[in-house]
């Protein structure tokens, strides 16, 4: 079962695209992309309201709902996460991703 590229805690129901490898690297480290974001209605939401920052305290909050990475275990680990993935997003929401119904 594929589950939503953001939260991983619903299964998706749209499907964003960007030219492959758009993603900027993090912290040095190249971003392996495809291109394709798969999101849950309720991230989709957030994509669609270009709002990196409310999608990435979601997707730390389901993270540390479901206890998926362990940086969310700390409140250092938490900030850390948060930028990087507003940082992502940001740069996903700059690249003008098409939607798509799956």
């Not at 900027?24 to 309720?42: F, K, M, N, T």
């Not at 409140?75 to 940082?87: F, N, S």
Request: with cysteine; aromatic share 6%.
């Amino acid at each position: 079962m594929n589950l939503c590229d953001f939260c991983t805690g619903s299964v998706p129901a749209f499907l964003y695209v960007i030219p492959m490898g758009f993603m900027p690297s993090i912290g040095g480290a190249v971003q392996l992309d495809d291109g394709r974001w798969q999101a849950c209605h309720e991230c989709a939401e957030l994509v669609d309201a270009r709002h990196p920052g409310r999608l990435a305290a979601h997707v730390v909050g389901r993270m540390e709902a479901d206890a998926l990475n362990p940086m969310v275990l700390t409140a250092e680990g938490r900030a850390e996460l948060l930028g990087i993935l507003a940082t992502q997003y940001a740069a996903l929401f700059n690249a003008q991703p098409s939607k798509e119904n799956l």
